[in-house]
């Protein structure tokens, strides 16, 4: 096998258990197809049936041997990787916030979303961390600041992993479904804080809204993975009409960041040389997507040598407006949390003083018939001031605390930046 490029895959398989329509066929279908690609590294998201996992992994292992399935909150992460190259560690980082428990119908908090990673040793590279992730998916960009703010926990804790694995000497690449497209502010922040590069965009210079007139070309041309009307699982909804989808998968990489180097020593060099969509087509013999996402593919060129000046200079700073635009965003999402908070903590004071009146007129019934009326309804009191008490006081100090260590670290961070922009004043 050639060592000269790497080439991976990332796909959300949208494999929620008794949620998913069509899990079994569309994951065996997967299952297929991937059995017949040729790629280095797979990384799936939305895998959260062990025995899917397993079923992918058995039709895979002829060609990518080694494999993790990640564990997180309640019901698994999601998240698994495939690979041919040796596995030589393994994590996983379930993120501070995702969501609130009592968002039954999102369900993130119950999967905890999380940044799972494998260090894999490559015969030219060396040691390599790849990340797979799933970002929190409610909120847009267009709401209330408090909606983006735990995607951007999310994006914020990613940049730190992903740089942290930069400056331990490693090649890193990035696949997922990152729930955000790409001028927005939590992309922004992974790519300027970990000094990530997107692949697509290497590969398409070119490409703008402008240069798409079809939905097909809003994939070859744009890479739009998701709520595409070209996908069965999104053309009958009302978000795809009028649209040609979003951009929400990515593969990114980056260089090592080499704190000592010998003079003149030289390093190969990671470089996209092709990303492309795929898995666009139909499950063989049925009139569905694989996938709610289209998969996303990409060739990562290991080019010759390169002086190790090229290798660290990667700009790997938020600007100071990113910085205050993010605190802006957690900041409000911490009012906001504070109040809802409170509010639930007086829901739950006044289902503790109706059940002490219920205890207290339970000795007054009128009539037999109104016991078990009484009953039920002493039990759903009793539900929901316990349900209040855990989201108004657990949760919600959780939730408070949280996004105060962020604010606190941004704060440094962005007097960290004045600090070095007044030092090389100075010089």
């Known amino acids: 096998m050639a060592d000269s490029q790497i080439r991976v895959l990332s796909l959300n398989c949208w494999g929620l258990k008794y949620v998913a329509k069509n899990r079994n066929e569309r994951i065996e279908a997967i299952a297929q197809a991937l059995s017949q690609f040729d790629h280095d ?21 002829r060609r990518l041997p080694n494999s993790k399935f990640f564990y997180s909150g309640a019901l698994g992460s999601g998240l698994a990787i495939f690979t041919r190259f040796p596995i030589i560690e393994a994590s996983v980082h379930p993120y501070a916030l995702n969501g609130s428990p009592i968002d039954v119908g999102a369900g993130d908090w119950f999967v905890g979303k ?40 999310n994006a914020y804790e990613f940049a730190k992993l992903a740089r942290q694995a930069a400056e331990l000497g490693r090649y890193v690449i990035a696949l997922g479904d990152f729930n955000s497209i790409p ?12 000094g990530l590069i997107d ?12 240069s798409a007139t079809t939905a097909l070309e809003a ?33 990114l990489y980056r260089q090592p960041k080499r704190q000592y180097t010998a003079p003149g020593e030289k390093l190969p060099v990671l470089k ?28 990562l060129e290991i080019q010759s ?22 605190i802006q965003a957690l900041t409000a999402c911490y009012r906001f949390s504070r109040q809802r908070a409170r509010k639930e903590l007086t ?81």
């Open 183 to 194: 001028p927005t502010l939590p992309m922004r922040v992974i790519l300027d804080h970990a």
């Open 199 to 210: 692949a697509w965009v290497v590969t398409h210079p070119n490409a703008d809204a402008s």
């Open 305 to 326: 040598s390169s002086p190790t000046s090229v290798i660290d200079d990667i700009p790997t700073e938020l600007t100071d407006a990113s910085v205050s635009t993010f």
């Open 347 to 427: 829901v739950f004071t006044l289902c503790i003083l109706l059940l002490v009146g219920l205890a207290v007129g339970s000795g007054w019934l009128p009539h037999s018939w109104i016991n078990p009326i009484f009953i039920v309804f002493t039990v759903f009191v009793s539900w929901a001031g316990t349900t209040m008490l855990y989201q108004g006081f657990l949760y919600g100090n959780w939730e408070c605390n949280a996004l105060m260590n962020v604010i606190e670290e941004l704060e440094i961070y962005r007097k960290g930046l004045d600090i070095q922009a007044r030092t090389s004043g100075d010089y």
């Open 41 to 61: 590294i797979i990384a799936l998201q939305e895998i959260w049936v062990y025995a899917d996992y397993q079923k992918v992994k058995d039709r895979i292992s």
């Open 272 to 299: 996209a040389r092709d990303c492309r969509v795929a898995l666009t087509e139909k499950v063989p013999g049925h009139q569905f997507s694989y996938s709610d996402h289209f998969a996303l593919e990409a060739t």
């Open 219 to 251: 994939i070859t041309k744009l890479g739009m993975t998701a709520d595409s009307p070209l996908n069965s699982w999104s053309a009958g909804k009302g978000y795809a009409f009028g649209t040609w989808g979003k951009r929400l998968d990515y593969v």
């Open 114 to 153: 999380a940044a799972a990673s494998i260090v894999i040793l490559h015969p030219v590279l060396g040691p390599v961390q790849v990340f797979n992730t799933h970002l929190f998916a409610k909120g847009g960009e267009d709401g209330p600041e408090y909606n983006r703010a735990h995607r951007l926990v």
